[in-house]
């Protein structure tokens, strides 16, 4: 059986953030593209959620599991060119659900950009001519960040994760 190549970073991406539950689990799951794609000059960083405090095995004792398991995180992260490892504090391993709360811990509060969001969508007249746009973009991030649990008056995008397997 044969697979066909990986597909190539598109070509205006320059950085990636690539959020996983434990340490780990981006190695095991998708170093390989990684690897790829920090070859081909993307800026990759790493958000990891819980320590990985539950995993493991032989005779290290549980207290020790996160000191290790983030070091070991931050070798394989170094072994294939990826510079930003960051680690949430607070989440259990083993407990992960997909609350309001972590949402907000890892949502692009994007507030600071409204104005240049704002002047990047009125470079598309043809498209928002007909439109309020500063009203338009505040109502939908509004929205879009009070579902992910961030306070009043926060502004926010919101991504949508697409499976292919």
Same mark, same amino acid.
Request: glycine share 10%.
């Given at each position: 059986?044969?697979?066909?190549?990986?597909?190539?970073?598109?070509?205006?991406?320059?950085?990636?953030?690539?959020? $996983?539950?434990?340490?780990?689990?981006? +190695? $095991?799951?998708?170093?390989?593209?990684?690897?790829?794609?920090?070859? *081909?000059?993307?800026?990759?960083?790493?958000?990891?959620?819980?320590?990985? +405090?539950?995993?493991?095995?032989?005779?290290?004792?549980?207290?020790?599991?996160?000191?290790?398991?983030?070091? *070991?995180?931050?070798?394989?992260?170094?072994?294939?060119?990826?510079?930003?490892?960051? $680690?949430?504090?607070?989440?259990?391993?083993?407990?992960?659900?997909?609350?309001?709360?972590?949402?907000?811990?890892?949502?692009?509060?994007?507030?600071?950009?409204?104005?240049?969001?704002?002047?990047?969508?009125?470079?598309?007249?043809?498209?928002?001519?007909?439109? +309020?746009?500063?009203?338009?973009?505040?109502?939908?991030?509004?929205?879009?960040?009070?579902?992910?649990?961030?306070?009043?008056?926060?502004?926010?995008?919101? $991504?949508?994760?697409?499976?292919?397997?």
């Amino acid at each position: 059986m044969s697979f066909p190549k990986s597909a190539s970073v598109l070509p205006d991406v320059r950085r990636v953030l690539a959020v $996983f539950a434990h340490p780990d689990d981006i +190695d $095991f799951g998708c170093t390989g593209t990684i690897a790829g794609w920090v070859d *081909e000059g993307v800026e990759v960083s790493y958000l990891i959620i819980a320590p990985g +405090d539950a995993g493991g095995f032989g005779d290290i004792p549980r207290a020790q599991m996160p000191r290790l398991r983030e070091a *070991e995180q931050r070798a394989a992260a170094e072994a294939v060119g990826v510079r930003q490892v960051d $680690f949430l504090d607070g989440y259990a391993d083993g407990t992960l659900t997909p609350t309001l709360g972590l949402r907000r811990d890892i949502a692009v509060d994007v507030t600071d950009r409204f104005d240049s969001k704002v002047a990047a969508m009125r470079a598309h007249l043809s498209q928002t001519g007909h439109l +309020d746009v500063p009203a338009w973009i505040r109502d939908r991030l509004t929205t879009v960040a009070a579902e992910a649990g961030l306070p009043p008056g926060r502004l926010a995008e919101a $991504f949508t994760v697409l499976r292919t397997s």
